[in-house]
């Protein structure tokens, strides 16, 4: 048996003054766990790890309270609660027995043995708190009886009790002022058993009734709430507590009850109940309310054949929010969020006529969830995902700022999408997820086929996490020319992925979700040391002596030291600056330009120069050229590829270089595949290319022998 004053240096005077409650139970988890609240409330903890440990802590010290767990070896906690009653001082301490949340036997039969209340498991540590509280208060009220009527009138005032007591023979009813007070009829000295039986709410009356007749039938001492009506309809509850007391010959004589205003108690266990099951933030329930909720709307389903529909929300781009205006802009656009996603279910027909039993959930972050019990037609949800889409679309005003943001919808339906709560709900995600990927702000129904690219998603994604520490990866280079001399003038690196189960993956195919899950910024290091190795390697070879440009993420941009881990890994790998060149794409500066600027200039000071990669793809390219601290623009060869067959593409390729050229900036031709494309190129004054024209990306053997081929003419 372990005790919370086993190697304790305080003297036994100094423990005997803080109040000692007694925890039973044979799971050493619970113990320490209710120990642990027990203490948060100042109070002393003996812990027992089964009945006959706590009957014997029980004749160490008496404890002031008592938590019994019900089911345990040996000793049951019915039989325990039992003994301690017959033993000298046992009668009157608090007993609370712990059991689980639907078992009204074992809640029964502990009130029978005489426990003083009980608890459902698992115990929450808040409502454990306050238990404790009000039960040592009424253990203290209690044993304050014995020392006068004016004491015992003070202390059941400050606790909020009373008693009554009934005349079995004579149907003599008398009842304290601190009960009458509690009832709102203080000073009626006439109060009859009549009246008190009809200030109980009607439907608890049939409660009284039973525990009278309970107590009398078995002569034990019951327990048992009822809420009671004040004057001006005021409802309390009350905690009330049923002896028989027996005359000389053993016969029933009177019954005497004891009642306790809990009603505080009460709102305070169902507000730290309704916080469990809801987000403080928007007020909507949480994903464990939405939970059950689909649990018992899943069996109404079967059971009636009706269908019922899911509907997973997410905010585009919502991180933007709180990176560009604060956290507490992003707080007040969810809670907007959540008010127009109410008022869209309450307005779109057919679904308004099914919002009683519907559900709106936050899931975490800027993700929310609906239910819709006997919702199943695909029209209507349409209509729906449109009316939230639309509604979510118009500006919210944050900071002075007027912010409208995109929604992706995933949508799942019983029983076609899912015949349980997990298959319905991992369905709606893979519908969101492909209306992510099929370029956000747009909603998706489930089909089977999703199932298939997720799977493969996550197989990609567990794989990638081992593919450094495997060694998997490797560069391949490929060589940009200029187009004056013909010579090349440097290489690109670009990312190569093998597994031995998936062969050969394309960064296409993994890169965005190494961004999503952020191991790009460890890939990114990796891609950017390797590069810096193999230009050791060559220039300490004799060999090739030109950059490697290698392509760096806008993930790699949110952290403040990119320009302290280029400088440590050139030094590393005994690298110089020069050659070394970063490719960005205007995706850098999206989230936070002022500071992706700042990291710019920061890796130019070292020496690196920077190009501009996918010129002409963005939105705000031709703004951000007048901005960004680029060395070199490179045009995408989606501009290319139409170079000498479009005149629009010609023409607008060529103003490209121009503008370029006129802000001082070398220009480099992506995707070049054919001599036409190159010798337009050329005569626009385009300084360099690279494409398959020359090479695709090659081993890092192979780029040695184009070095040397191309230089030996």
Same mark, same amino acid.
């Given at each position: 048996?372990?005790?919370?004053?086993?190697? %304790?240096?305080?003297?036994?005077? +100094?423990?005997?003054?803080?109040?000692?409650?007694?925890?039973?139970?044979?799971?050493?988890?619970?113990?320490?766990?209710?120990?642990?609240?027990?203490?948060?409330?100042?109070?002393?903890?003996?812990?027992?790890?089964?009945?006959?440990?706590?009957?014997?802590?029980?004749?160490?010290?008496?404890?002031?309270?008592?938590?019994?767990? $019900?089911?345990?070896?040996?000793?049951?906690?019915?039989?325990?609660?039992?003994?301690?009653?017959?033993?000298?001082?046992? =009668?009157?301490?608090?007993?609370?027995?712990?059991?689980?949340?639907?078992?009204?036997?074992?809640?029964?039969?502990?009130?029978?043995?005489?426990?003083?209340?009980?608890?459902?498991?698992?115990?929450?540590?808040?409502?454990?708190?306050?238990?404790?509280?009000?039960?040592?208060?009424?253990?203290?009220?209690?044993?304050?009886?014995?020392?006068?009527?004016?004491?015992?009138?003070?202390?059941?005032?400050?606790?909020?009790?009373?008693?009554?007591?009934?005349?079995?023979? !004579? #149907?003599?009813?008398?009842?304290?002022?601190?009960?009458?007070?509690?009832?709102?009829?203080?000073?009626?000295?006439?109060? !009859?058993?009549?009246?008190? #039986?009809?200030?109980?709410?009607?439907?608890?009356?049939?409660?009284?009734?039973?525990?009278?007749? %309970?107590?009398?039938?078995?002569?034990?001492?019951?327990?048992?709430?009822?809420?009671?009506?004040?004057?001006?309809?005021?409802?309390?509850?009350?905690?009330?507590?049923?002896?028989?007391?027996?005359?000389?010959?053993? +016969?029933?004589?009177?019954?005497?009850?004891?009642?306790?205003? $809990? @009603?505080?108690?009460?709102?305070?266990?169902?507000?730290?109940?309704?916080? *469990?099951?809801?987000?403080?933030?928007?007020?909507?329930?949480?994903?464990?309310?939405?939970?059950?909720?689909?649990?018992? =709307?899943?069996?109404? =389903?079967?059971?009636?054949?009706?269908?019922?529909?899911?509907?997973?929300?997410?905010?585009?781009?919502?991180?933007?929010?709180?990176?560009?205006?604060?956290?507490?802009?992003?707080?007040?656009?969810?809670?907007?969020?959540?008010?127009?996603?109410?008022?869209?279910?309450?307005?779109?027909? @057919?679904?308004?006529?099914?919002?009683?039993?519907?559900?709106?959930?936050?899931?975490?972050?800027?993700?929310?969830?609906?239910?819709?019990?006997?919702?199943?037609?695909?029209?209507?949800?349409? /209509?729906? *995902?449109?009316?939230? /889409?639309?509604?979510?679309?118009?500006?919210?005003?944050?900071?002075?700022?007027?912010?409208?943001?995109?929604?992706?919808?995933?949508?799942?339906?019983?029983?076609?999408?899912?015949?349980?709560?997990?298959?319905?709900?991992?369905?709606?995600?893979?519908?969101?997820?492909?209306?992510?990927?099929?370029?956000?702000?747009?909603?998706?129904?489930?089909? +089977?086929?999703?199932?298939?690219?997720?799977? *493969?998603?996550?197989?990609?994604?567990?794989?990638?996490?081992?593919?450094?520490?495997?060694?998997?990866?490797?560069?391949?280079?490929?060589?940009?020319?200029?187009?004056?001399?013909?010579?090349?003038? #440097?290489?690109?690196?670009?990312?190569?992925?093998?597994?031995?189960?998936?062969?050969? $993956?394309?960064?296409? %195919?993994?890169?965005?979700?190494?961004?999503?899950?952020?191991?790009?910024?460890?890939?990114?290091?990796?891609?950017?040391?390797?590069?810096?190795?193999?230009? @050791?390697?060559?220039?300490?070879?004799? /060999?090739?002596?030109?950059?490697?440009?290698?392509?760096?993420?806008?993930?790699?941009?949110?952290?403040?030291?990119?320009?302290? !881990?280029?400088?440590?890994?050139?030094?590393?790998?005994?690298?110089? =600056?020069?050659?070394?060149?970063?490719?960005? !794409?205007?995706?850098?500066?999206?989230?936070?330009?002022?500071? *992706?600027?700042?990291?710019?200039?920061?890796?130019?000071?070292?020496?690196?120069?920077?190009?501009?990669?996918?010129?002409?793809?963005?939105?705000?390219?031709?703004?951000?050229?007048?901005?960004?601290?680029?060395?070199?623009?490179?045009?995408?060869?989606?501009?290319?590829?139409?170079?000498?067959?479009?005149?629009?593409?010609?023409?607008?390729?060529?103003?490209?270089?121009?503008?370029?050229?006129?802000?001082?900036?070398?220009?480099?031709?992506?995707?070049?595949?054919?001599?036409?494309?190159?010798?337009?190129?050329?005569?626009?004054?385009?300084?360099?290319?690279?494409?398959?024209?020359?090479?695709?990306?090659?081993?890092?053997?192979?780029?040695?022998?184009?070095?040397?081929?191309?230089?030996?003419?």
């Amino acid at each position: 048996m372990a005790t919370a004053y086993d190697n %304790d240096p305080r003297t036994a005077v +100094e423990r005997l003054k803080q109040p000692l409650v007694l925890v039973i139970d044979d799971d050493p988890g619970a113990r320490r766990a209710i120990g642990r609240a027990v203490e948060r409330e100042g109070l002393e903890v003996c812990s027992a790890e089964d009945g006959e440990a706590g009957l014997s802590a029980f004749n160490v010290r008496i404890p002031q309270a008592i938590l019994l767990d $019900v089911q345990m070896p040996g000793l049951s906690g019915f039989q325990v609660c039992e003994e301690i009653r017959s033993r000298p001082g046992g =009668a009157e301490v608090p007993i609370v027995m712990m059991t689980g949340h639907d078992d009204e036997a074992s809640i029964r039969r502990a009130y029978d043995v005489g426990a003083t209340d009980f608890l459902t498991k698992p115990i929450q540590p808040l409502i454990l708190q306050h238990r404790l509280r009000y039960l040592l208060r009424a253990s203290a009220t209690m044993t304050a009886l014995a020392r006068g009527e004016r004491q015992l009138g003070n202390a059941l005032e400050l606790a909020r009790m009373g008693s009554w007591q009934l005349d079995i023979a !004579t #149907g003599a009813f008398s009842i304290s002022q601190q009960l009458l007070a509690l009832l709102g009829h203080e000073g009626n000295n006439n109060f !009859t058993v009549e009246q008190f #039986g009809q200030l109980i709410v009607e439907e608890d009356r049939s409660i009284l009734h039973e525990g009278v007749r %309970d107590c009398i039938t078995h002569r034990r001492t019951v327990g048992f709430d009822h809420r009671i009506l004040r004057p001006g309809g005021i409802e309390r509850v009350m905690q009330c507590q049923i002896r028989l007391t027996l005359d000389e010959d053993g +016969e029933p004589e009177a019954l005497e009850g004891i009642a306790q205003d $809990v @009603t505080e108690r009460r709102r305070t266990e169902e507000q730290v109940q309704y916080l *469990a099951l809801h987000d403080e933030l928007t007020g909507l329930g949480n994903r464990k309310l939405f939970e059950q909720r689909l649990f018992l =709307a899943v069996h109404d =389903a079967r059971r009636g054949g009706t269908p019922l529909s899911v509907l997973v929300v997410d905010l585009d781009h919502f991180k933007r929010i709180n990176d560009n205006l604060g956290h507490s802009a992003g707080d007040r656009l969810l809670r907007g969020a959540a008010s127009r996603l109410t008022d869209c279910l309450r307005e779109t027909p @057919t679904v308004g006529d099914s919002l009683e039993h519907a559900t709106t959930a936050r899931l975490g972050g800027d993700a929310f969830i609906i239910l819709l019990p006997e919702v199943g037609d695909p029209g209507a949800l349409d /209509s729906l *995902a449109r009316r939230i /889409s639309e509604s979510l679309a118009s500006p919210f005003h944050l900071n002075d700022h007027e912010v409208s943001v995109g929604t992706s919808i995933g949508i799942a339906v019983f029983p076609g999408d899912g015949s349980d709560v997990e298959t319905l709900l991992r369905n709606a995600d893979a519908a969101l997820s492909h209306a992510k990927a099929e370029g956000r702000s747009n909603h998706q129904f489930y089909n +089977e086929t999703m199932n298939s690219v997720g799977l *493969a998603r996550l197989i990609i994604e567990s794989k990638l996490r081992r593919a450094l520490t495997n060694d998997e990866f490797e560069l391949y280079y490929q060589p940009k020319l200029s187009l004056e001399t013909g010579r090349i003038v #440097g290489f690109e690196g670009l990312l190569r992925w093998f597994d031995s189960d998936l062969g050969m $993956v394309m960064p296409a %195919d993994f890169i965005s979700i190494a961004e999503e899950t952020g191991l790009i910024v460890p890939i990114g290091e990796w891609v950017m040391r390797e590069a810096c190795r193999q230009s @050791t390697c060559w220039r300490r070879a004799g /060999s090739v002596d030109v950059p490697i440009a290698v392509n760096f993420s806008p993930e790699q941009f949110r952290h403040d030291d990119i320009a302290a !881990t280029v400088r440590r890994v050139l030094a590393e790998e005994g690298a110089s =600056a020069s050659s070394l060149g970063v490719e960005i !794409t205007e995706g850098v500066v999206l989230h936070d330009a002022e500071r *992706a600027i700042r990291q710019l200039e920061e890796l130019r000071a070292l020496g690196i120069e920077i190009a501009l990669d996918d010129f002409g793809t963005g939105y705000s390219s031709l703004s951000y050229l007048r901005t960004l601290p680029v060395d070199i623009v490179k045009i995408d060869q989606s501009f290319v590829r139409e170079v000498g067959s479009r005149d629009h593409s010609s023409a607008l390729t060529a103003s490209i270089i121009q503008m370029a050229k006129a802000l001082g900036l070398r220009v480099i031709a992506e995707g070049v595949e054919d001599t036409a494309q190159r010798d337009l190129l050329a005569s626009w004054g385009c300084d360099q290319m690279q494409g398959y024209l020359f090479s695709p990306p090659v081993s890092a053997e192979a780029a040695e022998q184009l070095w040397q081929e191309n230089t030996s003419d």
